[in-house]
């Protein structure tokens, strides 16, 4: 059984598009995250929500808006994009309190032509 | 602001041997560091764990040492193997929230059959 699974695995999309990436964990973890992978394979956090609740928000444009229906869920979607939107998208969810290790899924590798 | 330093040039050993990566950080007393280790195409995995009051944490193979006051962690993989051949990263928790997390860009490891 897959940890984190994300969906899709490859998106190619052209500029100005909208498109969605969906996350899930069956983990049983309260807390989920996005990071996004350059070229230069620099893995920066964008969002964490715990039990549903937006904890962390970095500074990304907001054409980037997740959103959780459920503690097991996470999606991400992304608004209008731009060439530099391109790079490899991770989901990752940890237990919480006092549980710091975080499982990551597959990646989202995102081409925006 | 807070960084990490790994070394970005690849580290390659013959198998058998004890491969030992560094990681450096600066401006910042973390209250622990993880170590990743990320497969091409994949996301990273959870290795370990160490704590700011632990100088020393082993797990089958592999060891993670944390000197705060060097401001170093070494990561080392004993009796390695081709398998074992990855890019590996290193992880600390940010200032402002301990569910952050801020990585360095990996050191690969090839390990020579």
């Known amino acids: 059984d897959t940890a984190v699974s994300q969906t899709p695995k490859y998106l190619v999309t052209q500029m100005g598009n909208d498109k969605s990436i969906k996350c899930e964990q069956n983990?049983?973890?309260?807390?989920m995250y996005w990071y996004k992978q350059d070229s230069k394979k620099f893995l920066k956090i964008m969002f964490s929500?715990?039990?549903?609740?937006?904890?962390i928000n970095e500074t990304v444009p907001n054409r980037f808006s997740p959103k959780s229906p459920d503690k097991a869920h996470l999606n991400l979607h992304i608004n209008s994009l731009e060439l530099g939107d391109s790079a490899v998208y991770f989901c990752?969810?940890?237990?919480?309190?006092?549980?710091?290790?975080?499982?990551f899924g597959p990646g989202t590798r995102l081409t925006v032509t | 602001s807070q960084k990490i330093e790994q070394n970005s040039e690849a580290l390659n050993i013959q198998e058998g041997k004890t491969a030992t990566l560094t990681c450096n950080y600066t401006?910042?007393?973390?209250?622990?560091l993880q170590w990743y280790r990320q497969d091409p195409g994949r996301g990273p995995v959870f290795l370990l764990l160490?704590?700011?009051?632990?100088k020393e944490k082993r797990k089958e193979r592999l060891k993670v040492t944390f000197d705060t006051t060097l401001k170093q962690s070494l990561f080392h993989i004993t009796a390695s193997q081709p398998a074992d051949s990855a890019t590996y990263l290193c992880?600390?928790?940010?200032?402002?929230?301990?569910?952050?997390?801020?990585f360095g860009s990996g050191t690969r490891l090839l390990v020579r059959p």
């Open positions: 929500y715990n039990n549903k609740e937006l904890i």
């Open positions: 990752a969810s940890s237990g919480g309190w006092d549980s710091y290790e975080q499982y």
């Open positions: 401006n910042y007393s973390p209250a622990y």
């Open positions: 160490i704590r700011e009051n632990e």
């Open positions: 983990l049983g973890h309260d807390t």
């Open positions: 992880a600390l928790d940010r200032m402002d929230s301990s569910y952050k997390l801020i």
